[in-house]
């Protein structure tokens, strides 16, 4: 969620906490919710591949779409990511009659809208599905997979879910960075009550790792060892609690590179088909 803590913010943010922690708690959350900036764009992302297009799901909503026909699969992209990192899992999908759509998430792209939280991304995904119908399998890179775990909380649900790279306790990420700011206990009690409210529930409940066991949802899981932005372990965590769930783990690939990786997209389309239509 949050980027790395800029020096001068610690000090800054432990005298607010101190002096008024609760508009300091609601500078944070604002903080933690608030995508800057883009990931740098990979070669692959820019290679030739199945045609798409982009599509406006409802005013200030927009997604890229590959494919006109068959069993729908929605994407979801990662934090500071974008819809072009599907395309080579589009085109594989596309040749076996399979249709993407990848959402563009508030606060990236063109969409609308400058937050991005589970809670507020997991019911946007069910908007979608009331735009587009159901979806046979929905798949989410990153931050993109921890929404689905806050989606499967709301009562989302879907035929296969495919998980990559993904935080399994996304609800510990905020904590980490108010840690990191240094942010006193009373400014801290108040943002751990703006997170569960915000969640409607204690936000823990919306974390992969809780909600996903409890969907009973057959579920892929890709993981790289030397993953440097979400650490593997937390794939293991994931799928030592979630019976239904297959975990797949690479070498070399990275965090953003394993959605490019031949073996991984036939991997995940191969998966996705089992269940589509």
Same mark, same amino acid.
């Not at 820019?46 to 890229?64: K, N, T, V």
């Not at 996304?170 to 751990?192: D, E, G, I």
């Not at 953003?256 to 995940?268: E, S, W």
């Given at each position: ?18 002096i ?23 070669p ?10 982009e ?10 779409s590959w ?15 974008r819809?072009?990192?599907f395309?080579?899992? =589009?085109?594989?999908l ?25 809670? /507020? ?13 159901? =979806?046979?399998? @929905?798949?989410?890179h990153s ?10 909380? /709301?009562g ?5 879910v495919?998980?990559v ?18 942010l ?16 409607g529930?204690p ?5 992969? @790792?809780? =909600? ?9 899981? @890709? ?5 440097a932005?979400?650490?593997y ?18 070498d ?11 073996? @991984?997209?036939?991997?995940? =389309?191969?998966f ?6």
């Amino acid at each position: 969620m949050a980027d790395s803590v800029p020096f001068y913010l610690p000090p800054l943010f432990g005298l607010a906490g101190r002096i008024a922690p609760r508009r300091t708690a609601r500078a944070l959350m604002e903080l933690v919710s608030r995508p800057r900036g883009r990931n740098p764009t990979q070669p692959w992302e820019l290679a030739p591949g199945l045609a798409s297009r982009e599509i406006e799901l409802r005013p200030g909503l927009f997604a890229r779409s590959w494919g006109e026909a068959g069993p729908l699969v929605l994407a979801l992209h990662g934090w500071r990511g974008r819809t072009t990192q599907f395309g080579p899992l =589009a085109t594989a999908l596309g040749h076996i009659g399979l249709r993407t759509i990848a959402i563009d998430l508030p606060g990236h792209g063109r969409s609308a809208g400058e937050r991005a939280t589970p809670r /507020l991304l997991a019911d946007l995904l069910l908007e979608v599905t009331q735009i587009t119908g159901p =979806a046979d399998a @929905v798949i989410g890179h990153s931050f993109g997979g921890a929404v689905i775990g806050a989606a499967l909380a /709301l009562g989302f649900r879907t035929w296969r879910v495919v998980i990559v790279s993904s935080p399994t306790r996304v609800s510990r990420m905020p904590f980490k960075y108010a840690m990191a700011l240094h942010l006193p206990p009373r400014a801290l009690a108040h943002f751990t009550r703006l997170l569960d409210e915000h969640a409607g529930r204690p936000v823990a409940e919306l974390d992969l @790792v809780a =909600a996903g066991p409890k969907s009973g949802i057959p579920a892929l899981l @890709v993981h790289d060892r030397d993953d440097a932005v979400i650490p593997y372990r937390e794939a293991e965590i994931l799928a030592a609690a979630w019976p239904a769930l297959r975990l797949i783990s690479t070498d070399g690939l990275g965090h953003r590179d394993i959605l490019a990786n031949a073996t @991984v997209v036939q991997t995940i =389309a191969r998966f996705i088909a089992g269940e589509a239509g």
